[in-house]
């Protein structure tokens, strides 16, 4: 298979000058460090300069070094498993470094998230949102944090948002029995694919419903069944899949359907104001005192004949509110090298 890089590598071999073989026998005995190297550190690995890497890179075929890097990520990616590869990345690194590394890969992401959104796509979206009788949200196993977050969101700016929770297909089907074509389905699904999503929106489609996808790439089986893909990159060295470019797409995707409707938003946050204020529902269920001061002037608390503030003697509200001190205590060649490899 002439895509396969150590194929291209082989059938050159016998023609390419001494630091071309040099840097072909670095790369087969170690090829799962050579993946993460620049070209100017490769060259100084199989002792050549950069500019014959670079050279190397074009005599294989390739658009320059960052393909044929990309080429060889691939193949170790298909042939190590992700521990295997999360080892080979992070081993050796302290914690501080893992946590940099992480973290500028994900940077890394966003940036060719950037590069490749689509406007076209994210204005169809918007509009398809907006004008939708009903949204479905489908997003299972690690999409489902995605899932719960756009749909959240989605609610406080229009109704009729329904989020498909499911651990069958058969039960995924009922909770969408109903969608026709004046519905809208938005699929989330990462590698690993999840089937029941595509199974989802394959369903939506065949009702003649608009589908949604927010996938990795233009390849995922994910755009099958969609008309508007949303692309987001979120493939990472580790048994872990990063979700920072996909939450930013989701983000930028509420902010602009919430533009696009800022007075019914404003309106339906003032009620919730209103609603959450008149409830306590903040005091009883997510209450998180910090500050003495701002706990004593809780409307709840009176003071008693001694001036003393004390809590409400509601039994419930006492037991969610615990006292302050309560609180305070919480070397060989190149064909023997790629064999040993395979």
């Known amino acids: 298979m002439e895509n396969d890089i150590f194929e291209r590598i082989e059938a050159r071999y016998p023609k390419m000058s001494k630091g071309q073989k040099a840097i072909s026998d670095y790369i087969a005995g170690h090829y799962d460090e050579a993946v993460f190297l620049t070209a100017a550190k490769l060259g100084e690995m199989a002792r050549v300069s950069e500019s014959t890497v670079v050279r190397y890179a074009y005599d294989l075929q390739y658009d320059g070094y960052p393909a044929f890097q990309s080429a060889l990520q691939e193949w170790v990616k298909n042939k190590l498993s992700a521990v295997q590869r999360m080892d080979l990345t992070y081993r050796g690194r302290s914690q501080s470094e893992i946590l940099t590394s992480v973290l500028s890969s994900d940077m890394d992401k966003l940036k060719d998230t950037i590069e490749r959104l689509d406007a076209p796509s994210f204005d169809a979206a918007v509009e398809i949102i907006l ?95 969609s008309s508007v893909n949303l692309l987001a990159r979120s493939d990472m060295v580790s048994i872990v899949d990063s979700l920072v470019a996909p939450l930013s797409v989701i983000n930028a995707l509420v902010v602009a359907l919430c533009l696009r409707r800022p007075e019914d938003v404003k309106k339906d946050l003032e009620t919730l104001e209103e609603t959450w204020n008149n409830y306590q529902v903040y005091l009883n269920d ?40 309560s609180r305070a205590s919480q070397g060989m060649g190149f064909h023997g090298a790629l064999h040993s490899a395979g």
Not at 141 to 152: D, E, I, K, V, Y
Not at 166 to 186: N, P
Not at 293 to 314: A, C, Q, S, Y
């Open 286 to 325: 997510e209450i998180d005192f910090i500050d003495e001061d701002k706990m004593f002037r809780n409307p709840l608390w009176r003071e008693d004949g001694e001036g003393v503030r004390r809590p409400p003697e509601n039994k419930e509200m006492r037991d969610t509110t615990p006292p302050a001190e």
């Open 131 to 225: 004008s939708a009788k009903r949204v479905y949200v489908v997003g299972l196993r690690s999409c489902a944090p995605l899932a719960q977050f756009l749909t959240f969101y989605l609610n406080m700016i229009r109704d009729n948002v329904l989020l498909i929770g499911t651990t069958s297909v058969s039960e995924l089907f009922e909770q969408m029995i109903r969608i026709g074509a004046d519905d809208c389905v938005i699929g989330i699904s990462f590698p690993r694919y999840s089937m029941r999503t595509l199974k989802a929106m394959e369903f939506a489609n065949d009702r003649n419903a608009k589908v949604i996808s927010l996938t990795d790439d233009i390849h995922s089986p994910m755009t099958l069944y």
